[in-house]
């Protein structure tokens, strides 16, 4: 199943109008986050269900071969736990959009194959699976760097959290939506929204709050509490992901820091996302994950979601295509809500403090999931490589008159109209090609 369940949190990709960003080549470690879950799966009880949460890590190389070391861990009906390592050899295509492909068995092409958006500095990638030969699932995936420390995730960071338990009083699933809060001695708090559904079907939403310990090795590997919830933290502390495998209880964390101020919430992301339904349907427990772009357009205050899903029940597996329209608002602490319209619940969310990221939480009965968001557009991003004669691009501060002009001349998609100032102090990070050391 790992092969099939690895690659939604909003992240901001390099686009193939912008020059510089060319067919790239990864090379590094990336450690990676994964859950997801599937019917009957590896188990051998009637009608029952597979719950996971995967981790490890891939191995990048430029000549275009990656590998992967990890651990399957999945829970079966009634509390039985599947658990092994896993290994193996691929091969990786990174086009100039961002969309990175991964083929686990490149001797048979094309038949273990999955799809993640790298962040256009190629520090952070996200996916989730929507094509019928594989299995529902979330992932992040982000690379290992050094001089980390726990320094790295002092302050603020939305947070939203999927949990699995698939025990004797059977499989039942809940999400959080909050605010975690660490500081540098290794100790953190949270609080927030919590949406849990029972094995009935029964939904129940109510506040929550938390405590644990973390620390942050010099690679950025995070650990939340014990050795049972390993992770990472991106080098610039923007993200953060943990993976959570307990017994019969799985889960998946992923973290945004917090800004001080609004964050905006314009123009185009990708989407990735997984859930589980545990509502009246016969054929239930059915899981779901998607792979979506979206347009949000803060003049009018709507947006559009359009992409593929994949969702796998007792009746069989599922792919097509997924629509969502609505209306957002953006609240002064970074929060969001998407309006389906009046005979749906409006969907929680938040953006990250560098308006590249954004999660998003299913607040609908009988089911509970979550969405990672990612921003396609790579002008507000550091990306490429500060070396010369590499074709890539160092970051250059500009004032916002040169914002305005650049948003006519060669970016008209990355900043609506309403972008009148930049995100601190009216200052944008741009790009500028190398042309000398």
């Not at 919590?194 to 995070?222: C, E, I, N, Q, W």
């Not at 010369?388 to 250059?396: E, H, L, M, Q, S």
């Amino acid at each position: 199943m790992f092969a099939q369940c690895i690659a939604t949190i909003l992240i901001c990709l390099g686009t193939a109008s912008v020059p510089g960003q060319s067919p790239l080549r990864l090379s590094g470690n990336y450690a990676f986050g994964v859950t997801g879950g599937r019917p009957k799966g590896n188990c051998k009880v009637q009608n029952g269900s597979e719950i996971m949460a995967n981790n490890g890590r891939f191995i990048f190389k430029v000549d275009g071969t990656v590998s992967w070391t990890g651990i399957e861990y999945g829970v079966c009906t009634g509390g039985a736990i599947n658990s092994a390592p896993n290994q193996g050899n691929g091969t990786y295509k990174l086009s100039t959009e961002g969309l990175t492909t991964i083929d686990f068995d490149p001797t048979n092409p094309g038949t273990r194959v999955i799809h993640v958006h790298m962040r256009a500095d190629r520090q952070v990638a996200i996916g989730a699976g929507h094509r019928s030969t594989g299995d529902p699932w979330v992932a992040i995936l982000i690379k290992t760097s050094s001089g980390q420390s726990n320094q790295t995730m002092v302050g603020d960071h939305h947070l939203v959290r999927s949990v699995q338990i698939n025990d004797s009083q059977g499989l039942a699933t809940y999400t959080n939506l909050g605010v975690a809060s660490f500081v540098g001695g290794g100790t953190y708090t949270e609080k927030g929204q919590a949406h849990g559904v029972s094995p009935t079907g029964k939904t129940v939403d109510s506040v929550y709050s938390s405590k644990g310990t973390f620390r942050v090795s010099a690679d950025g590997s995070l650990t939340a509490g014990s050795a049972s919830r390993p992770g990472a933290v991106a080098s610039d502390g923007s993200a953060f992901f943990w993976v959570g495998r307990t017994g019969p209880r799985v889960e998946l964390t992923i973290g945004l820091r917090r800004a001080k101020k609004t964050r905006y919430l314009s123009r185009d992301w990708r989407v990735a996302g997984f859930g589980l339904d545990l509502g009246s349907a016969a054929t239930r427990p059915s899981f779901s994950s998607r792979f979506l772009s979206a347009s949000f357009l803060p003049v009018t205050g709507t947006f559009s979601m359009l992409g593929s899903g994949l969702t796998q029940d007792q009746a069989g597996k599922r792919s097509g295509k997924v629509s969502i329209r609505g209306r957002y608002t953006m609240l002064a602490d970074g929060s969001v809500k998407l309006d389906r319209g009046s005979a749906l619940p409006g969907i929680p969310g938040a953006v990250g403090a560098e308006g590249i990221y954004a999660i998003l939480c299913d607040p609908d009965t009988g089911k509970a999931g979550i969405d990672v968001l990612v921003r396609q557009c790579a002008w507000p991003e550091v990306y490429g490589t500060s070396t010369a004669g590499t074709g890539g691009f160092r970051p250059v501060l500009e004032s916002s008159a040169y914002h305005n002009l650049m948003r006519h001349l060669a970016c008209s998609r990355c900043h609506p109209p309403s972008d009148t100032h930049g995100p601190e102090g009216g200052m944008y990070l741009y790009p500028r090609a190398l042309t000398s050391p």
